[in-house]
């Protein structure tokens, strides 16, 4: 699976859209992009994944650029609960010989201010 | 989205003792689960896939014949640590995944904390 390099931290005031990058330059082409949360102490909570296509649901939206080597992460009201570790994961497929496992990073620390 | 429930939440045992957690499904048929550990301020580390009906799959480094992991329903997966030692204190969760076709999502459980004293 490709590897992806996200900003340590960031910073987001209260009600702000927060926008997280990550790139994923060595991506293949059927290499999937996800996008999860860590909460404090928590199991990681899905957000969001695409393919090529921009993607939005009622969490977030997905920005991939058209080369595909960087995506941004889109909270479009930011609140204090939105404080967490977010991962931005690349993924081939189920059926390739990584049987759909997620490799985590490090991940950016996403901290809301009021 | 999908429910994956651990159990239990939270463990304190004695060092050589072993400990079993379990992951489930809760309404969703999972043929594959992932086990993951995490030590205090790092990221997830991915443990092992487990197959149902099938054995498990261990990433390089982790022993496993110190972590059992047995998946014996497309439901249910445990993973047991053998003689465990204060080492092996950490934060495990489990994930299982809509895995058919392409991109599928993948839901993690809540995570069992272990601590060895």
């Known amino acids: 699976d490709a590897k992806t390099t996200q900003p340590p931290s960031m910073d987001c005031a209260e009600g702000r859209a927060a926008n997280l990058p990550c790139n994923h330059s060595t991506i293949s082409g059927n290499e999937y992009v996800y996008w999860y949360r860590q909460i404090h102490s928590q199991g990681p909570q899905y957000i969001i994944h695409g393919l090529k296509n921009n993607e939005t649901n009622e969490m977030a939206s997905l920005i991939i650029t058209e080369d595909r080597k960087s995506s941004t992460l889109i909270l479009p009201h930011a609140t204090l609960r939105d404080t967490a570790v977010y991962y931005c994961i690349v993924r081939g497929p189920h059926g390739s010989s990584n049987t759909g496992k997620l490799i985590f990073g490090q991940g950016t620390t996403l901290q809301v201010k009021p | 989205g999908a429910v994956v429930s651990q159990h239990p939440s939270r463990v304190i045992c004695k060092s050589g003792t072993s400990v079993k957690i379990e992951c489930r499904s809760l309404d969703f048929q999972a043929t594959t689960m992932f086990w993951y550990r995490q030590f205090p301020k790092q990221s997830l580390m991915l443990m092992a896939t487990s197959n149902e009906g099938s054995k498990a799959t261990y990433e390089q480094g982790v022993e496993k014949d110190k972590f059992l992991i047995n998946h014996a329903s497309l439901t249910l997966s445990t993973l047991t640590v053998t003689s465990a030692h204060p080492e092996d204190s950490s934060f495990y969760i489990c994930?299982?995944?809509?895995?058919?076709?392409?991109?599928?999502?993948?839901?993690f459980g809540p995570g069992t904390r272990l601590t060895v004293l």
């Open positions: 994930s299982a995944g809509h895995l058919a076709g392409g991109g599928g999502e993948q839901f």
